[in-house]
């Protein structure tokens, strides 16, 4: 089964940096585009990043180009996401996501950040 467990998470000052990770199995990794989402409270998910298969291809929403980079590591089964610029209306809950896959889409439990001084 689809497992997608995140870590990396915690409080950071703002203009700070975190390395978010989540480590991937139950599907074959390399073959899949992965994401990171987030949802802060009282707002809806939104999707942060996305990074194609082999990696060669990454988006970003607007609010984070230039200081968020994912990446992923095929050999590790892991995606990372790493943080620069932090500001307080990054706050949320941060998810690993495996969109539609076999028609559905998979969540980690997600990794509290939190950028507050």
């Known amino acids: 089964q689809v497992q997608l467990v995140e870590s990396g998470g915690g409080l950071v000052q703002p203009g700070g940096s975190l390395r978010l990770s989540c480590a991937a199995s139950?599907?074959?990794?390399?073959?899949?585009?992965m994401s990171w989402s987030r949802q802060a409270q009282g707002k809806e998910r939104e999707l942060v990043a996305a990074?194609?298969?082999?990696?060669?291809?990454?988006n970003y929403a607007d609010s984070m180009k230039g200081r968020f980079t994912i990446s992923r590591d095929n050999a590790k089964n892991t995606v990372y996401l790493q943080m620069n610029s932090l500001k307080p209306e990054d706050t949320a809950v941060y998810y690993c996501?495996?969109?539609?896959?076999?028609?559905?889409?998979?969540w980690g439990k997600g990794t509290l950040v939190t950028v507050s001084s």
């Open positions: 996501t495996l969109l539609g896959y076999f028609g559905k889409d998979y």
């Open positions: 990074i194609t298969a082999a990696g060669g291809s990454t």
């Open positions: 139950g599907f074959t990794f390399s073959q899949y585009a």
